[in-house]
């Protein structure tokens, strides 16, 4: 158990829909990333926040955003789905963010749009 | 720019067979360089990482050494084990903001 939580774990969803994932990242970690697996493209980086800052951001559309609360945990909004959008998304924390620190991965959602 | 290449898969040997994974990257600046390994239905875990050149990482059996001059990190096991099986992403930390970048991971399986 790597101490980062993602809800939820299975979604299904039809095209046109709006989802919101959620991440719980470890204790004390500032920093969240999020990351898009497919089978077609990989794992691709999506956007990464420090303690409530977005920090880098990746391939992410334009149809997603995300955000970090105070509490530090993050969502990850989806909307206009498309079928294409399938996929395994994961959240990752680490402790700050700084160069060389590890990043710890959730379980995934599994996200299907029909 | 940042990237990492790793070897195409799958990959399927026989259990206390020897196991490379080659990892090449491209980076700006000094990167740290990860193994993350990813079983069946979970997430990844952090398998090894060598933050400057010439330091090894190793864990569970697994070592990689981080080499300068070919810009490589490849993965080795002496003996793999069917518990083994899984895939494996080479990963890299830019020195910009600790993003990372991944290779396209690499299957292994094997078989008793």
């Known amino acids: 158990d790597s101490g980062v939580t993602q809800t939820p774990k299975h979604l299904i969803t039809a095209t046109g829909q709006r989802v919101t994932l959620r991440c719980s990242p470890r204790?004390?970690?500032?920093?969240v990333y999020w990351y898009q697996q497919s089978l077609d493209q990989g794992l691709q980086f999506l956007i990464q926040?420090?303690?409530?800052?977005?920090?880098a951001k990746g391939n992410i559309l334009e149809r997603f955003s995300a955000q970090q609360f105070p509490d530090l945990h993050s969502e990850l909004n989806l909307s206009s789905l498309e079928l294409g959008d399938s996929a395994l998304y994961f959240c990752?924390?680490?402790?700050?963010?700084?160069?060389?620190?590890?990043?710890?991965f959730g379980e995934g959602s599994w996200l299907t749009v029909v | 720019g940042n990237s990492v290449t790793q070897m195409e898969g799958p990959v399927t040997l026989s259990e206390e067979a020897f196991l490379t994974i080659n990892c090449t990257y491209t980076a700006t600046g000094y990167p740290s360089l990860f193994w993350y390994v990813q079983y069946p239905g979970e997430g990844l875990q952090l398998l090894l990482k060598a933050t400057k050149a010439d330091d090894k990482g190793s864990n569970k059996g697994f070592e990689a050494t981080y080499r300068k001059e070919t810009t490589s990190f490849h993965l080795e096991k002496g003996s793999v084990q069917v518990s083994d099986s899984a895939v494996y992403f080479c990963?890299?930390?830019?020195?910009?903001?600790?993003?990372?970048?991944f290779g396209t991971g690499t299957s292994l399986t094997v078989i008793p």
């Open positions: 990752a924390s680490s402790v700050d963010g700084v160069f060389g620190n590890t990043i710890y």
């Open positions: 204790s004390g970690d500032l920093s």
């Open positions: 990963a890299l930390s830019s020195n910009t903001g600790n993003q990372f970048y």
């Open positions: 926040y420090y303690n409530g800052e977005e920090r």
